[in-house]
């Protein structure tokens, strides 16, 4: 039966890539310096997978790689090499081509064959190294194996699986080929749990096996054919020693030692398996649309219910129901922040390296959960803000001991619930914003007038004006000027904000706002004639009724009204929507003042309705992006209402302005 | 490769259905008194006019949108598509969900018409090419006559009529104006 192995190379490339991750933050683990033998053999055993998987799907590049790198990795793991800086460096190195490697495969991208082969050489160089200096480190570290190694002159291997091993893909006759390359195998079979025909399940194993391995063979090469499976099977392996019953006790009772260590970090692992199952992001998308469909149909159920007393019980029940499923259901789109975070101890050992400065960076919160387009789209802007505080809010260590503080600097992130939001908060204690700089440099650009007086809040917003830099030399890490306007217009395209807070000398503190998911949103329901539409929560600034005296008029066309020294322009939602309104008169309905982008405009509509949350739905999906709407929605009683466009509306405002302004001067 | 061989056999089924096959199947509907077909494979739902959603900046013909189990639906009124006269909505009005194929993939585009009236077999040779009418008539939209029981029934193509221009004729005019 021939197996068409493509189908799970997508799989392959998925747990190579979280393998990777894993080896990555075990790799900067040990950097911390602490003697981790689970973190080694979490490394170990992902390179291993990768070896493996990659010599099946045919990437012998990568499986060469790999073996290199596995190689080195068992000689950190056997003790028999020292972990040192460098090495771990070079393994880091090596973990990035192994990710460009398998990228390049999986999506065809360009492939820098030049740093792999560098790599690759210097890992074999590495290697290599050890050979010649490797008789002090077994000389020292073998004191208490050599005795035994040396003495036997083979092992005795009893190996009784358990039935269900055939099924877990464990094929026991190609162990002992691997056995067999190892010394002389010899393979006894006991066949006595083997049942009568007529009750014989073909997928299950009933045979033991004896095995007599001769020749000088490390136990721990042994040990490596059967670490796939030693929760499977019963296994005993002993010394073949001129003293059989004295040797045989400790020899058999290090096998359990050993076993328990590596037994439990793999149920660990095994558990964290069980508990996750991968499923496909469009079927979730489906079941969230389905699950939409059942809220709407349920509240259309309870508005026709409410004639009939017997059927509310049954009704709040469903209504209660549908609420948890939908929560639940929303759930599943959602991923720890510890996905973004993740990559953030790698980016800050690499930048503090370059930069000669000592950080540390403390992580909490990992478990906040954020929908996956949030989790994608805020990463960048992530990465922006740690640059920005390793390279600006961090100093030297000397200048850090001259101003009294810890020569290690500190950065942290956080991520927490707040009021229906995800904070994310970036914190350093470096040496903090130096305002008039700010401020100086602001001036310089034209972004404000020297002569007005700003608050401490208001030059710290600055910075986030497109254009501005207060990096003397711009490095390649940040100070490129498109700094943190992008970072900002980022997260409020993701519905969030961005603040900051900063005390010079002690360090600052950025805020990130975001929403909880993008498939949901705040609104409120405003009324233009008969029809209803959804304006975005965030984006209004308050509502207000105004009186004749607070309007002006531009060239006698262009409406604005004054709020609080503001000149804020009117749009009249019913001319540009052309619908029927039930007020004309200004001072009779009300106007929505909305903002987005730091523009403030005036909506004039008839009324406010309820506010509620609304999943939002594409318009484009079906039919086409329209003018000054950004989706739609659909409502308790199954009708679709249109969602504002708040940047596009204040467009449109402007291009009105930039007429009126035109007619004004001619 | 049981899919594959299923695959195989649907494409097969929709040359079997299709125009080129010997055996077409299409939902003819009534507007203005004429008769028009649309591939049957292409309809969706046929389902009673229920008030839409009004999306403004939009053409007259585009009536609003509609939520059709969670999906949102663009509602198109072929009367006023074709320039017809309008005429007021009845139980009889009926709106029919079909998809429509273009560059970007498959949409969903909802139309009114006055009524839907049958499902018809038509064979192959008595598909006839659309007569040339010159500038009188626009005959882009549709694909071939077909003539069942002594009616004639234009057959829509309904991808051409809703990917070339939203706009009706007229508007197009008064924008070159």
């Not at chain 1, 939409?292 to 409410?306: A, D, K, R, Y």
């Not at chain 1, 509310?312 to 973004?340: I, Y």
């Not at chain 1, 700089?437 to 917003?461: F, N, T, Y």
Request: proline fraction near 4%.
């Amino acid at each position: 039966m021939a197996i068409d192995v493509s189908q799970f190379l997508q799989t392959f490339y998925e747990e190579s890539f979280e393998g990777l991750d894993i080896m990555e933050s075990g790799l900067l683990n040990l950097d911390g310096g602490s003697e981790n033998s689970e973190s080694i053999n979490d490394i170990f055993r992902a390179a291993h997978s990768i070896k493996g998987g990659s010599g099946t799907f045919g990437l012998n590049a990568v499986a060469s790689f790999t073996h290199v790198l596995e190689s080195l990795l068992d000689e950190m793991r056997d003790g028999r090499r020292q972990i040192t800086k460098e090495g771990v460096n070079l393994l880091l190195e090596s973990v990035d081509c192994l990710r460009e490697m398998l990228k390049a495969s999986q999506g065809g991208d360009e492939l820098d064959a030049q740093r792999i082969a560098d790599v690759h050489g210097r890992l074999e160089a590495m290697w290599g190294k050890k050979e010649a200096a490797s008789p002090v480190a077994t000389a020292s570290g073998a004191d208490n194996e050599s005795a035994a190694s040396e003495a036997n002159s083979g092992w005795d291997i009893k190996f009784s699986p358990f039935a269900y091993i055939l099924k877990t893909g464990n094929e026991p006759a190609r162990m002992f080929r691997e056995l067999g390359e190892l010394g002389e195998l010899t393979v006894t079979v006991n066949t006595d749990k083997v049942p009568d025909f007529s009750e014989m399940d073909p997928d299950e194993c009933f045979l033991s096996w004896d095995l007599k391995l001769e020749g000088n063979v490390k136990r721990s090469a042994i040990d490596d054919v059967f670490s796939w499976i030693e929760e499977d099977c019963d296994l005993k392996i002993t010394p073949i020693a001129s003293k059989p019953d004295t040797a045989s006790q400790p020899a058999a009772a290090s096998g359990p030692t050993a076993a328990p260590t590596s037994a439990s970090a793999r149920s660990g692992g095994a558990t964290a398996e069980a508990a996750s199952i991968r499923v496909g992001i469009d079927k979730v998308d489906s079941v969230i649309n389905l699950v939409g469909e059942l809220v709407i149909t349920q509240s259309m159920l309870s508005t026709t219910g409410e004639a009939y007393p017997a059927l509310q019980a049954g009704l709040a029940q469903l209504e209660r129901n549908t609420r948890e499923l939908q929560e639940q259901v929303m759930r599943m789109r959602m991923l720890p922040v510890s996905f973004v975070f993740n990559r953030f101890p790698r980016l800050v050992h690499d930048i503090s390296q370059k930069l000669g400065k000592q950080i540390e960076l403390k992580m909490s919160g990992e478990q906040t959960e954020l929908d996956k387009t949030v989790i994608e789209k805020v990463t960048d802007p992530l990465v922006h803000l740690i640059r920005n505080s390793l390279d600006h809010g961090i100093e030297m260590p000397e200048d850090r001991r001259a101003a009294g503080k810890p020569a290690t600097g500190t950065v942290w992130l956080d991520a927490y619930h707040k009021g229906g939001n995800i904070i994310i908060e970036v914190k350093d204690d470096g040496k903090g914003i130096d305002k008039s700089v700010v401020l100086a440099k602001a001036i310089e650009r034209g972004l404000v007038d020297a002569s007005v007086h700003l608050e401490d809040e208001q030059i710290l917003d600055l910075i986030f004006q497109p254009g501005f830099s207060t990096a003397k030399e711009v490095s390649d890490l940040s100070g490129r000027g498109v700094g943190m306007d992008v970072v900002r217009r980022n997260i409020q395209s993701l519905g969030g904000g961005v603040e900051i807070r900063s005390k010079e000398g002690e360090g600052s503190t950025i805020t990130v706002r975001l929403p909880l998911t993008l498939a949901i949103l705040d609104g409120q329901t405003v009324e233009v004639g008969t029809e209803n539409y959804i304006v975005p929560l965030v984006s209004i600034v308050e509502s207000t009724q105004i009186k004749p005296e607070m309007l002006n008029y531009v060239a006698g066309k262009g409406e604005t009204f004054m709020l609080r020294d503001e000149y804020i322009p009117v749009i009249r939602l019913y001319e540009i929507f052309d619908s029927k309104p039930r007020h004309t008169d200004i001072t009779k309905g009300l106007l929505v003042v909305v903002e987005s982008d730091g523009k403030k405009i005036g909506l004039f509509v008839d009324d406010l309705l309820g506010q509620q949350q609304v999943v939002i739905k594409s318009l484009e999906t079906n039919y086409k992006k329209v003018d000054g709407i950004s989706g739609a929605t659909i409502l308790g009683d199954g009708s679709v209402a249109l969602i504002l466009d708040i940047p596009g509306l204040i467009r449109l405002s402007q291009q009105n302005c930039n007429t009126d302004r035109l007619k004004m001067s001619a | 490769m049981a899919t594959a061989a299923s695959t195989e056999a649907m494409q097969l089924d929709q040359r079997g259905v299709g125009l080129d096959g010997d055996n077409a199947q299409f939902l003819s509907f009534i507007l203005a008194g004429e008769h028009y077909g649309i591939d049957i494979l292409r309809v969706q739902e046929i389902k009673g006019w229920t008030p839409v959603t009004r999306v403004p900046q939009t053409p007259q013909h585009m009536k609003g949108v509609l939520n059709l189990r969670g999906t949102v639906v663009p509602i198109v009124d072929m009367r006023m598509r074709f320039s017809l006269e309008e005429i007021e909505y009845t139980p009889l009005t009926v709106v029919i969900v079909m998809s429509v194929k273009s560059d970007t993939g498959e949409r969903l585009v909802g139309i009114v018409v006055d009524a839907v009236s049958d499902v018809l077999n038509v064979p192959a040779e008595n598909i006839k090419p659309t007569p040339d009418f010159g500038d009188k008539v626009s005959t882009e939209f549709i694909n071939g006559l077909a003539s069942v029981d002594d009616k004639m029934v234009m057959l829509l193509d309904v991808d051409q009529l809703f990917n070339t221009n939203e706009l009706p004729a007229e508007e197009i005019l008064e924008q070159v104006k």
